[in-house]
């Protein structure tokens, strides 16, 4: 029901800037949700950004302030703009989107991308 295409991602340098992309392909219902995932080296996967349908954002402590999530509903399109980024920003990044169905809501994740940090 969804296809989640993600790019943009490989190496960047500290302080330097990258951006990621996440087309989603839609076949029935509606995406409210969509998110950055991160999961580094032996840790466990967390949200970096979220935003809704409606535009409302929500931002990791860790990467508030550099990072910046955006959408576009028309093209079913996130983004994230990665400014500033540390090594520790370092990890695979997975696309999240939520679809709206008659009985819940159903997860959907992108195959991940690559984002290395070197300073």
């Known amino acids: 029901q969804v296809q989640l295409a993600e790019s943009g991602g490989g190496l960047a340098q500290v302080g330097g800037s990258l951006q990621l992309t996440c087309v989603a392909t839609v076949t029935r219902w509606k995406i409210n949700v969509m998110a950055w995932y991160r999961q580094a080296p032996g840790k466990q996967r967390e949200m970096a950004a979220r935003i809704t349908s409606l535009g409302y954002t929500a931002y990791a402590d860790s990467v508030k302030d550099r990072f910046t999530i955006s959408r576009d509903n028309a093209k079913n399109t996130i983004y994230l703009q990665m400014n500033s980024p540390k090594p520790e920003d370092t990890a695979v990044y997975y696309c999240?989107?939520?679809?709206?169905?008659?009985?819940?809501?159903?997860?959907?994740w992108g195959q991940g991308s690559q984002v290395t940090v070197s300073s």
């Open positions: 999240y989107a939520g679809l709206d169905t008659d009985w819940g809501t159903e997860d959907f």
